[in-house]
């Protein structure tokens, strides 16, 4: 076995120019196949974490006005939304209804001394972070007795305190008093959308207090629900269907009119997503074993011009009495070795360049500026496996690419070795 290596060395060592284009072929391919999945891995990482959360199974209602007559009734009729459409679909889908969240939205100006924001203020009750999913980062949420009392407090979003509070830190501005249309709203907290796409500068309020300031009547602005059970697209496209139609029972509106209330369901958004992740992926696995058929074709084509040039070299060794097996495996052997460590050296290549695409990318992102803190390129990474497999067929490509050419040579009577080279 030392006598095999040391041969493959000094092989290698006096055909400097052969080993490094066939070392070049393996690693570039390995490396391109490397960043360009890790990249798009990357790419659908940050995707996922800012539109897609497992607790997602939330139905949101909207007011709207209907398209379609209705027993006599003309269209262009509004149809609002209560808190008591969400007890009537609690009542009326006791399985799949788990409860429902509803809010006020007012488009408002807030300002601090001297700096303005157009935004909106939204009101809510406790509890409504199980459809927001913001995270408080400094002072309180909202509480029952805010509720109880309708105090004029809020919870500022991190996207808006860059705008009125542009060099505080998130913990001096909680206890501040904001001026919203005027009026004056003491800052119990501040959060963060727990999304990375949501760069939303809302203000929180308790939704009495919203209420009394900003609406004269019993219609929200929407109607949040919670639901479960639904776990395939037929079954939330059925259960929409019939919350409209339920809603439609009362309301007086035609079942078929999709205008007349905006129902919006985060499966569908879910569903969207999954689908493009999967078109994004084929698009990568396509354009990845492109590349690393390249690869392969590069590695195959300098093996089998590397053993043409050895034939004298291989039939020399046979006339000598070297077996033709030994001499076969002398030159496979060679194959195999230059491919695993160039294919080694494209990897770490490959993985270093997506880690320092990954740390600059990170390193540009303001924390505060997005939902987790996180960007749109998360995580990357090329599961080992591929890597293997893809460092496995360029081997296996390298050894039929040898072989056969291999096989004739030491087949060939010297005579003719030496006058196919003159």
Partial sequence: MRDLFSEIFSSMSHSKTRLLLTGLSTAWGIFLLIVLLGTGNGILNGISNAWLNEDDNVVTIEPSTTMLPFEGLPVGRSINVTQED????????????????????????????????ETDIAGFYPGYESIRNNVLIAGRNINEIDIAQRRKVCLVSTNLCKRIFPSDEPQDIVGRTVAVNDVAFT?????????????SRTLIAPF?????????NDDISKLSITVAGLNTEAENRAFVEKMRAHLASYKQFSPQDKKALTITNTYDLALYISNLFKTINLFLW??????????????SNIMLITVRERTRELAVRKAMGAPRRSI??????????????FGYVGMVLGIGVIKLADMIVSASVDPTATGSGSSVFLNPSVDLGVVLGATLIMIIAG??????????AVSIKLVEALAAND
């Fill in 86 to 117: 969400g007890t009537s679909l609690m009542e009326a889908f006791p399985d799949n209804v788990l409860g429902f969240v509803p809010e006020l939205d007012r488009n408002v100006t807030v300002s601090y001394r001297n700096k303005y924001s």
């Fill in 328 to 341: 076969i495996t002398l030159v496979l052997t060679e194959s195999v070795m230059v491919t695993v460590i």
């Fill in 187 to 199: 800052v119990a907290g501040v959060y963060r959308p727990a999304k990375s796409y949501n760069v």
């Fill in 208 to 216: 009495s207090t919203v209420k009394a300031l900003y609406f004269d």
């Fill in 286 to 299: 396509i354009v990845g074993l492109s590349t690393l058929v390249a690869g392969i074709v590069g590695v």
């Fill in 399 to 408: 050894l039929l690419a040898g072989y056969m050419p291999a096989k004739k």
